[in-house]
């Protein structure tokens, strides 16, 4: 079993570029790949970044190619995300969530540990 802990939201204006981290404890954190989901009001959760075991590997939404960057880094059991050129869309509640598997999955259904979230809110 895994716990995750994300931290880094918060109220952000537009254009900015905040970075959420979620720490893991538990099993070995290089056991797992990692994924960050995002849940708007109203909206389900869908997939924004995930990153393989190694960090060799990533995928994103296209809704945010070129502006988020997932990232980990397993002597610190944490996984990143670095948010750039943030618009009031990407307003929503940031889930990271872990899979114990070798490849990236790009699906929340695949995602076996889910953190509780946090709230990053973009003001135009």
């Known amino acids: 079993q895994v716990q995750l802990v994300e931290s880094g939201g918060g109220l952000v204006q537009a254009g900015g570029s905040p970075r959420l981290s979620c720490a893991a404890s538990?099993?070995?954190?290089?056991?797992?790949?990692m994924g960050w989901f995002r849940q708007a009001s109203g909206k389900g959760r869908e997939v924004v970044a995930a990153?393989?075991?190694?960090?060799?590997?990533?995928r994103y939404a296209d809704s945010v190619k070129g502006r988020f960057t997932i990232s980990r880094d397993n002597a610190k059991n944490t996984v990143y995300l670095q948010m750039n050129s943030l618009k009031p869309e990407d307003t929503a509640v940031y889930y990271c969530a872990a899979r114990f598997d070798v490849g990236l999955g790009f699906d929340r259904y695949e995602y076996d540990y889910w953190g509780q979230g946090t709230k990053v809110t973009v003001s135009s």
């Open positions: 990153i393989n075991r190694s960090g060799g590997s990533t």
């Open positions: 538990g099993r070995t954190f290089s056991s797992y790949a």
